[in-house]
């Protein structure tokens, strides 16, 4: 049996295993069928923990529900972060992914006591590196559907478009979502983040996530909600971003690099039989 923590940030939930003692064979498909809400322990996405290197704590492994690799993931960087600072003692912890090397520092003033601030790394604004099909201005892209145009674009260690809206609760974000995701302008698909704009310092937001579909709360699309919205000159380069699991506080510095702010959570613990999943 091996043990596993349900961690969430905002609703935005996890399974964690911690390889970074003893190997696990965890294939994608594995992955997927833990990941499933009815015949595994089900999440948004499955991470699995590695030795961290050369100046890195740990290295976080991020699967969506359908086995792909995500490249980032801002609520699970805050969870791991606060797990091996539970070990370590430390208020700051590099968490290394296979979109780069995230630092996050625990703050006070949280739920519980405490924040924990992800330094996101600098948002990418190149249409090849969020990556489009074809190159354009990723500020406006040529995409709609019912209810939804002119979406701007830009990476955040995975592909994101942002589409402004006048109202968020009008739309059928599970309708329109799956298409959006995969299309073609996407080579690797994308997350889809729906934004309304209350105040030039607060934004709304839902996403459906490239692999995953809705979810409660998304790190990496409020970072894209933000930056998207400040490009457009909606808001400041500062905002709360409320999503449907809660608020994440959000700043795009002048150096380029996205911060975002808020809480972690551990639901509960347990053991699995991998055996007991496909391979």
Request: glycine letters at 12%; a negative charge; aromatic letters at 6%.
């Amino acid at each position: 049996m091996v043990p596993f923590r349900k961690m969430h940030g905002l609703g935005n939930d996890f399974v964690v295993l911690d390889a970074r003692r003893t190997d696990l064979p965890i294939s994608p498909a594995r992955a997927a069928s833990i990941a499933d809400r009815r015949f595994g322990v089900g999440c948004d996405q499955f991470i699995l923990l590695e030795p961290g290197t050369d100046g890195a704590d740990v290295f976080m492994r991020i699967r969506n529900p359908d086995g792909s690799e995500a490249g980032a993931c801002g609520n699970a960087t805050r969870c791991i972060a606060s797990l091996v600072a539970e070990e370590t003692g430390a208020g700051r912890v590099v968490v290394r992914t296979i979109a780069g090397d995230l630092p996050v520092e625990r703050l006070p003033g949280g739920p519980k006591g405490e924040l924990w601030r992800a330094d996101m790394g600098p948002a990418r604004l190149g249409w090849q590196d969020v990556p489009l099909a074809r190159a354009m201005d990723t500020l406006h892209l040529p995409l709609a559907a019912p209810g939804v145009a002119d979406p701007a674009a830009c990476s955040m260690g995975n592909p994101h478009a942002t589409f402004f809206v006048p109202d968020l609760a009008a739309l059928d974000l599970g309708a329109i979502g799956p298409a959006l995701e995969h299309d073609a302008l996407f080579p690797q698909r994308a997350n889809i983040g729906f934004v309304q704009v209350l105040a030039p310092d607060h934004l709304r937001l839902a996403v459906w996530e490239r692999g995953a579909g809705l979810t409660l709360a998304c790190g990496s699309g409020a970072c894209a909600a933000l930056v998207n919205a400040a490009r457009r000159g909606l808001t400041g380069r500062r905002a709360t971003v409320t999503l449907p699991g809660g608020d994440l506080v959000i700043e795009w510095r002048g150096d380029g690099h996205v911060l975002m702010t808020g809480p972690v959570a551990t639901a509960f613990t347990g053991s699995l039989d991998l055996q007991a999943y496909p391979s």
